[in-house]
Structures are given as C-alpha cells and as structure tokens.
C-alpha cells in the first residue's frame, strides 16, 4: 500500500484532471484502475502494532467503519474536487446531513434551516431536531432579513440546500455566510443540486458542504453514498467521532463504484447542463407551459446571484403545466424517453410530479408557499441527445391537445 496521502505531484491539477487521477493509491501490484478493498478490519503483525494503530501512533486502517482504503480514496478525490481540507463519506446522503447537524448541537441549541429543503432534510430539522431538545426556526432562504431575525443566543448551525428542490430557488450562500459568522455559527450547505462542479459552498464562506452522491455523483443510478467536506478541525472533531460511533459507514464497494463514477463527473454534468439550457429555453417559448424555472436563464428570479456562485444553471428545469395535476399526469404519460422517477442526476432523464411525491407529506399551505403547484413538474435532463429530448417532450405537450386536457 502506499501513502494513503499522497498527493498529485509538485503541481495544481485542474478539476477534470483530479476527477481522474486524485486520491488514487495504487497496492504493490501496481495496478491501473483503483483496487477494491472489500474488508471488514484489518491484520496486525503483532499486538504492538495494534495497539499503536489504535492509539494513533502508527497512521493506517483499523477497521472499516472507522475508515477503509477504497472509500479513503473516493473521500480524497472529492476532497480535492471540492478544495476542502478533510472529506468523510456516508452510506447515503441523508447519513451525510444527519450527521453534520447532529455533531454539532445539543439540547437546548437552536438550528435555522431555509423551509425549501429536500423532504427527508425538512423532517431532520422540523420534526427531528426538537424531539432531542433542539429548536429549529425554517425561513425563507432568499430573505436575508428572515435569517438575521431567526438568530437566538443559542444559534448554532444555519442550514440550506441551493438551487433549492424542487422550484430551483438560488440563495445567497456568501451573505447567509456572513450572517452566521457574525453570530457564532457554522454553515452547513447541502450541494446536491449545483454539483460540485457548478459551485463551490466553501469558497462562499460555508463551513460544511453534504452532497448525496447517489445523484450526479453516481451519476448512473446505481449505488446510495454521501460525503461531508469542510475544514480539518470540524470534520475531525465532533463529526468524526459521531461518524465512527454511530456507524453510517460508505461500502467499501460503494465507494469504489462512486470513484469509477467521479472520472466523468466533470464531462456528465455539463453535457448534462448543455441539453438543460435548450430544454428550459424550449419549454419557455411553449404554450402548454406556464412558466419555467432554471437557474441559468436571465429570467430566473435570483439570475444575479446564480451569477455570482454558480458556474451554470445546473442539470435540472422546474415548469408547469399549464392544467394542474390532470394535465401533468396525462403530460407524462405521454413521454417514452423520459422516465418517471423520483430521483435524479441520472444518465437517463426523469421526471417527477413534487406535489404527489416528494412533497406529498406538506400541507397544500405549505406545498403553495414553496411554489410546488398542482401542475409543476421537475426534470432531471441526463445524457441522451437533447434533440430526442426535446422531440419526447413536444411529442407529450403536443399530446395534450388531443386528449382535450390543455388549459389556456
Ligand atoms: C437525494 C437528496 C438527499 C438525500 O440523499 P440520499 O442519498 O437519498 O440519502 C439530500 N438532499 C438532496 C438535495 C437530495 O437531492
């Protein structure tokens, strides 16, 4: 085994070149692919070598809940994609943002999380959190005020995901930064939808970036996995030690289809994107479509700040159909390409329904306040030809007019 640290040479690598090379650690065999450790523990020549690598005297492996070489490699590489000092992975990503608030409160602190989150986020900060004595206040993300207003004494994490899921709200992750610093708490920010390729959370003064890896990360819709980034101290500090105790370990075989999926994060996302941008500015100038939300047209709501920290618009378009929840579910029913699925990042392009799936849970208050309408459906465009794209997507609306279901 070598240096389970080392790095890349003398030089900065860009990211398409870390993507393929970084956090790699090649076994005496020397071979080309990145080696799959599928172990439980680890063997010791003698009980003074165990016990120096338990007490920490002697850097390596000791068992594979604590740390394992194929998922030190996968955490290595996503280390170095993101510029983070230390990188943990987790079994999925919900383990991922579970343990990063978690590790960092206890009884009688508060959270503030922005109320657009992915479902099983929201349930952690509004239904979980307090069960254990901690408060949680939601606010509107895009309304600094709001922030500012929910801060106590006793504020400890400011929580948001961003574009949010699934109306694709952009929030200022620099000022929402600056406002928990100045009140001594920590910024945890959930990256799933920019990808670490479109947006760089640390950079913008958060202190703790989660992704599940099970989207874009992936990428082919195989494997769940997580990873927390941030600085060394926070994550070798209490997070660490809530990772090792409690046990969300990644698989190691997980971690080594996650790395495999890493090499051509960079070239999926923005082919990904590319075919987004036409297919959003295709749905816009369509009238069976009432209106369109993507993060990379000059009509998105937060266009200045996408502006500011992102890269790009991303891999996902939010619309509606204009017809409610009938003309949606007959919409879809008329794709062949696109798939109806609930996940995304995905080669293949899948569409969702939020309002009768992932925010089925919400009140229809609730569902309203975030703009996820009875028509409104997200799209997850993949890697097939975006002209096949757009044909199954006229194909379907144009479908409409047949049915008698198109509204206005
Ligand atoms: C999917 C998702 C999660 C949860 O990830 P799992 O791997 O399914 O546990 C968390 N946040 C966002 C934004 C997601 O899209």
């Not at 090499?263 to 923005?270: A, D, F, N």
């Not at 609730?366 to 199954?392: C, F, H, K, Q, Y």
Request: charged share 20%; aromatic share 6%; proline share 4%.
């Amino acid at each position: 085994m070598g240096d389970p640290l080392s790095k890349h040479g003398s030089r900065a690598l860009r990211p398409a070149t870390l993507l393929v090379h970084g956090g790699g650690t090649r076994s005496p065999f020397g071979e080309t692919s990145e080696a799959l450790y599928l172990t439980q523990g680890y063997v010791f020549d003698s009980m003074e070598a165990c016990e120096a690598r338990f007490k920490g005297d002697d850097p390596g492996f000791v068992y594979s809940r604590y740390g394992n070489p194929t998922v030190a490699m996968f955490e290595e590489r996503m280390a170095l994609l993101e510029g983070a000092e230390a990188a943990r992975a987790t079994a999925t990503g919900m383990a991922a943002v579970t343990a990063s608030l978690m590790s960092q409160v206890k009884a009688g602190d508060h959270v503030v999380a922005a109320r657009a989150l992915f479902g099983a986020c929201r349930y952690i900060a509004e239904d979980l959190l307090p069960r254990y004595g901690v408060a949680s206040t939601l606010v509107d993300g895009a309304n600094l005020d709001e922030w500012r207003a929910a801060i106590r004494p006793e504020t400890k994490v400011l929580f948001l995901e961003s574009p949010t899921n699934p109306c694709l709200d952009v929030y200022d992750i620099a000022a929402i930064s600056t406002i928990a610093h100045e009140n001594g708490a920590l910024v945890v920010v959930d990256n799933v939808f920019a990808t670490p390729i479109l947006q760089k959370p640390l950079t913008l003064g958060a202190d703790l970036v989660v992704y599940s890896a099970t989207k874009h990360i992936d990428g082919g819709g195989r494997c769940l996995g997580g990873v927390i980034l941030g600085r060394k101290d926070l994550i070798e500090g209490d997070l660490q030690q809530f990772l090792r105790q409690t046990g969300p370990a990644l698989s190691p075989f997980n971690a080594w289809v996650l790395l495999k999926a890493l090499e051509t994060l960079s070239l999926r996302v923005r082919q990904q994107m590319q075919s987004a941008a036409r297919i959003a500015d295709f749905l816009a100038a369509h009238p069976h479509v009432s209106f369109v939300r993507y993060p990379g047209r000059s009509d998105h709501p937060h266009a200045d700040i996408v502006k500011k920290q992102m890269s790009g618009g991303g891999t996902l378009v939010a619309f509606e159909i204009a017809g409610g929840k009938r003309a949606a579910f007959a919409f879809a029913r008329g794709l062949e390409v696109i798939k109806i699925s609930s996940n995304l990042g995905d080669a293949k392009s899948l569409i969702t329904h939020p309002a009768t799936t992932t925010h089925q849970r919400l009140t229809p208050e609730a569902r309203a306040g975030l703009g996820v309408t009875e028509g409104l459906v997200r799209l997850s465009v993949g890697l097939e030809d975006a002209d096949d794209l757009i044909e199954d997507l006229s194909a379907a609306l144009s479908a409409l007019d047949r049915r008698g279901l198109a509204a206005e």
